[in-house]
């Protein structure tokens, strides 16, 4: 039996993350949520933990295009060197 996936978020986290996603100027934009994770019996309850949102890039595409490129330099930490 396939189990019922939820997303539940606070009320914080989902002004975060709509502000971010669409802030009216129509062009794409990416976020990442960290996520708790309840296994029940008939379902899986995943909860925000955490909004991480990735930069605006200047060159942001207008929604509804074939493909979209995100470079995650400003989000990901540095490759250590060792």
Same mark, same amino acid.
């Given at each position: 039996? =396939? &189990?019922?996936?939820?997303?539940?978020?606070?009320?914080?986290?989902?002004?975060?993350?709509?502000?971010?996603?669409?802030? @009216?100027?129509?062009l794409e934009a990416v976020a990442f949520l960290a996520c708790g994770r309840r296994d029940?019996? =008939? &379902?899986i309850r995943l909860t925000v933990q955490e909004?991480?949102?990735?930069?605006?890039?200047?060159?942001?595409?207008?929604? @509804?295009?074939?493909?979209?490129?995100?470079?995650?330099?400003?989000?990901?930490?540095?490759?250590?060197?060792?």
């Amino acid at each position: 039996m =396939t &189990k019922v996936t939820t997303l539940a978020l606070a009320g914080t986290h989902h002004r975060a993350l709509r502000a971010h996603l669409f802030p @009216g100027d129509g062009l794409e934009a990416v976020a990442f949520l960290a996520c708790g994770r309840r296994d029940g019996d =008939t &379902k899986i309850r995943l909860t925000v933990q955490e909004v991480f949102t990735v930069p605006h890039a200047p060159d942001r595409m207008k929604l @509804g295009t074939a493909m979209s490129l995100w470079s995650l330099y400003n989000f990901l930490p540095p490759p250590s060197l060792n």
